[in-house]
């Protein structure tokens, strides 16, 4: 018995260690009649932070860590499973964008869509609205310390994003997308 949890461990190992790379799309839809492609990196300030991110998608609930480094020449995005097993490592230029994923993440995981969720989140809305179609993301009065909301044309509410500071990289975010029934929340890491 000891010998076959041996080999079951080594065998876990080799497979997180897996990974594949893959050139990804840079446009994507969001809900019916809406599209998003990824806007340029920002030339601001460079961003480097450690961050908690919890995914509820339907009733399964998900968890990791991730570290998120921005300059206005690229951007990368590890994400690692709470034991630290390495899942994926996203880098995107501006133009391309890039994944190498750990083999157990399967097909089901599209990097660009975890990164047009980040860029609804943190990139300024009128960067943002330029390279959406269909819909419009703006600011709205909310019992939180700021507030987005990612409305369709007809007007119907897609996405709604609160935040527990004005500033976005400095807050506790939770972005809950109705349609796809997905709720993620991201706490930044001292």
């Known amino acids: 018995m000891p010998l076959r949890a041996s080999l079951f461990i080594c065998a876990a190992l080799l497979l997180s260690a897996c990974a594949h790379k893959l050139d990804r799309q840079t446009c994507m839809a ?3 009649g809406v599209d998003y492609c990824l806007a340029p990196l920002p030339a601001s300030a460079p961003v480097s932070q450690s961050q908690l991110v919890k995914l509820k998608v339907k009733q399964a609930r998900h968890q990791l860590l991730s570290q998120l480094d921005l300059t206005p020449e690229s951007l990368t995005l ?3 499973a709470p034991l630290g097993q390495p899942l994926f490592t996203l880098s995107y ?5 890039t994944s190498e994923q750990s083999v157990l993440l399967g097909d089901q995981f599209k990097a660009e ?3 047009g969720l980040l860029q609804l989140i943190y990139w300024q809305p009128e960067d ?3 390279h959406l179609q269909g819909a419009t993301l703006a600011a709205y009065a909310c019992d939180a310390a700021y507030c987005r909301r990612l409305y369709a044309s007809d007007g119907e509410t897609i996405m709604d994003i609160r935040y527990s500071r004005t500033s976005p990289w ?3 975010v939770t972005l809950e997308f109705h349609q796809a029934q997905l709720t993620l929340n991201i706490q930044p890491l001292e």
Do not use: F
Not at 93 to 97: A, F, K, P, T
């Open 30 to 32: 969001l809900a019916q």
């Open 93 to 97: 230029d501006g133009q391309r964008l």
């Open 113 to 115: 869509y975890l990164l």
């Open 170 to 172: 400095t807050a506790e």
């Open 128 to 130: 943002v609205n330029r």
């Open 78 to 80: 590890v994400g690692l």
